[in-house]
């Protein structure tokens, strides 16, 4: 009999598990932090700056904010936003990005992006890159993001 639980509970796992493994390619939760599809653009050539995306939600329902992040890959990491000035498109540092209570931070192309300046060698397409994402209230957050030449999904327009 406990033979046949040990066996039911393997095959249970071992259905699980696959389900599992997709899941956190879309989403990972650490401490009160769900971060959906991050990835990193891979280095163009010549070009020493790259830049992080993600979108950024509180899993408790309490608002939080990123107020730093780091990476090996890079000599320096900031938050920046896009802003339009005299009609040109330019990219700005700032301080903090707010997650508010039951919205997403949604970090990606053209908007709020993490930066990257100094990387270090270059990131390729395939390859994953460390980095630490520090919140006001959940803490240290560490994943491993994906190096793509482009957003995920294909949704290039
Ligand atoms: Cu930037």
Redesign the pocket.
């Known amino acids: 009999m406990t033979r046949l639980i040990a066996l039911l509970l393997a095959l249970a796992l071992a259905l699980a598990l696959p389900a599992a493994a997709a899941q956190a390619q879309h989403a990972q939760r650490q401490n009160n932090i769900e971060l959906s599809q991050p990835w990193m653009r891979a280095s163009l050539a010549g070009v020493p700056n790259t830049?992080a995306y993600m979108t950024i939600r509180t899993t408790d329902g309490k608002p939080d904010r990123l107020l730093r992040a780091e990476s090996p890959v890079a000599g320096k990491v900031e938050m920046?936003t896009h802003i339009i000035e005299n009609g040109v498109a330019k990219?700005r540092q700032v301080p903090a990005i707010d997650v508010p209570a039951g919205a997403a931070a949604e970090l990606k192309p053209g908007g709020l992006?993490v930066?990257l300046l100094g990387v270090k060698g270059t990131l390729q397409d395939g390859e994953r890159a460390p980095l630490t994402l520090v919140f006001e209230r959940a803490g240290t957050v560490t994943l491993s993001v994906p190096v793509r030449k482009g957003m995920p999904g294909g949704h290039q327009h």
């Open positions: 830049a920046h990219m992006h930066m």
